[in-house]
């Protein structure tokens, strides 16, 4: 065989096989490339609302105390957006780890039942100071988990580690978030 029927052959055999692959694999890969940019762009945006949530909830904290709730109706405003903002939030984040994703469902739970309370209850009376701290509490938790979940891979097991002993899991269970008093 002469070295230009081997050339011939060879690259018969290549223009074959790059059809082949070109026919009945590149769909399926097109397709999984779809897939997971499209988990990556909705994991990113619930991200960007929790962080704008948690800015959100920053903005309520600092009013924080009956003679500082003026502006009410802003108030209210403020407590409906950050609701808004975290509605099924939990469902479009796939947390790696168990107890980073019960932290993340948990705080996400408390930050959104302080938010409808707050938005529903604040025009009754003025939220005890205890109800500040877990809101406060709650959005730090958040606001960790969030943190974790941004950062890269080879970042995340210490960043986990040093949560954990933050945040126990076993912690991530307590009482829910105390009540505006009704009048």
């Given at each position: 065989?002469?070295?230009?029927?081997?050339?011939?052959?060879?690259?018969?055999?290549?223009?074959?096989?790059?059809?082949?692959?070109?026919?009945?694999?590149?769909?399926?890969?097109?397709?999984?490339?779809?897939?997971?940019?499209?988990?990556?762009?909705?994991?990113?945006?619930?991200?960007?609302?929790?962080?704008?949530?948690?800015?959100?909830?920053?903005?309520?904290?600092?009013?924080?105390?009956?003679?500082?709730?003026?502006?009410?109706?802003?108030?209210?405003?403020?407590?409906?957006?950050?609701?808004?903002?975290?509605?099924?939030?939990?469902?479009?984040?796939?947390?790696?780890?168990?107890?980073?994703?019960?932290?993340?469902?948990?705080?996400?739970?408390?930050?959104?039942?302080?938010?409808?309370?707050?938005?529903?209850?604040?025009?009754?009376?003025?939220?005890?100071?205890?109800?500040?701290?877990?809101?406060?509490?709650?959005?730090d938790q958040l606001g960790d988990v969030s943190e974790y979940l941004r950062s890269g891979?080879?970042?995340?097991?210490?960043?986990?580690?040093?949560?954990?002993?933050?945040?126990?899991?076993?912690?991530?269970?307590?009482?829910?978030?105390?009540?505006?008093?009704?009048?």
């Amino acid at each position: 065989m002469s070295v230009i029927q081997t050339a011939l052959i060879s690259a018969g055999v290549a223009a074959f096989v790059t059809l082949l692959i070109e026919y009945f694999a590149k769909p399926a890969l097109e397709a999984r490339k779809e897939r997971i940019l499209a988990n990556h762009r909705r994991r990113r945006e619930a991200l960007d609302r929790i962080d704008d949530a948690l800015f959100v909830i920053g903005r309520l904290e600092t009013y924080g105390g009956p003679e500082e709730l003026d502006p009410l109706s802003r108030h209210i405003e403020l407590a409906e957006e950050a609701r808004t903002l975290l509605v099924n939030v939990t469902r479009d984040i796939d947390v790696p780890n168990k107890q980073m994703e019960t932290l993340l469902n948990y705080a996400a739970s408390r930050c959104y039942g302080a938010c409808l309370l707050l938005s529903s209850q604040l025009a009754l009376a003025s939220p005890p100071p205890e109800f500040w701290k877990e809101l406060s509490r709650s959005s730090d938790q958040l606001g960790d988990v969030s943190e974790y979940l941004r950062s890269g891979r080879w970042k995340r097991r210490g960043l986990a580690r040093e949560l954990q002993t933050r945040w126990p899991v076993d912690e991530v269970e307590p009482p829910p978030p105390v009540a505006p008093p009704t009048t």
